[in-house]
C-alpha cells in the first residue's frame, strides 16, 4: 500500500480518536463521573498519536518530502480537526506517490 495513503488513514482515524476523547469521554468524566473513559480513550489517542509520528517520520524520508511538508502534517496531529482540515491535501500527496 501506499506509505502516504497509510499515513492519510492513520491520521484520519487518530483524528477521530480526539473528537472521541474531547467529545465523548471528557465529558463523561466532568459531568457523569466516569473518569475510566478518559484514561482508555486517552490511552488509545496516545499510542495512535505516537504511531503517526512515527509513520510520519518514515514517510518524509522514505518519500522525500520537504520539511514543510512533514511539519504541516505533524501540526494538524496536534489540532482537534486538523486531520480532516488537511484532507484534500493529503489526497494530492497520495496522488503524487502513484504518480511516480
Given at each position: 500500500?501506499?506509505?502516504?495513503?497509510q499515513?492519510?488513514?492513520l491520521?484520519l482515524?487518530?483524528?477521530?480518536?480526539?473528537?472521541?476523547?474531547?467529545?465523548?469521554?471528557?465529558p463523561?468524566?466532568?459531568?457523569?463521573?466516569?473518569?475510566?473513559?478518559?484514561?482508555m480513550?486517552?490511552?488509545?489517542?496516545?499510542?495512535l498519536?505516537v504511531?503517526?509520528?512515527v509513520l510520519?517520520?518514515?514517510?518524509?524520508?522514505?518519500c522525500?518530502?520537504?520539511?514543510?511538508?512533514?511539519?504541516l502534517?505533524?501540526?494538524?496531529?496536534?489540532?482537534p480537526f486538523?486531520?480532516?482540515?488537511?484532507?484534500?491535501?493529503?489526497?494530492?500527496?497520495?496522488?503524487?506517490?502513484?504518480?511516480k
Amino acid at each position: 500500500m501506499n506509505p502516504v495513503r497509510q499515513l492519510h488513514i492513520l491520521t484520519l482515524i487518530e483524528g477521530v480518536s480526539t473528537l472521541v476523547l474531547f467529545f465523548i469521554a471528557m465529558p463523561l468524566k466532568y459531568f457523569a463521573g466516569k473518569p475510566e473513559a478518559v484514561k482508555m480513550a486517552g490511552w488509545i489517542h496516545g499510542i495512535l498519536f505516537v504511531a503517526v509520528m512515527v509513520l510520519l517520520m518514515w514517510v518524509v524520508f522514505r518519500c522525500r518530502w520537504s520539511l514543510g511538508r512533514g511539519v504541516l502534517v505533524f501540526i494538524s496531529a496536534l489540532v482537534p480537526f486538523g486531520p480532516f482540515v488537511i484532507h484534500c491535501r493529503m489526497k494530492a500527496y497520495e496522488a503524487e506517490v502513484v504518480a511516480k
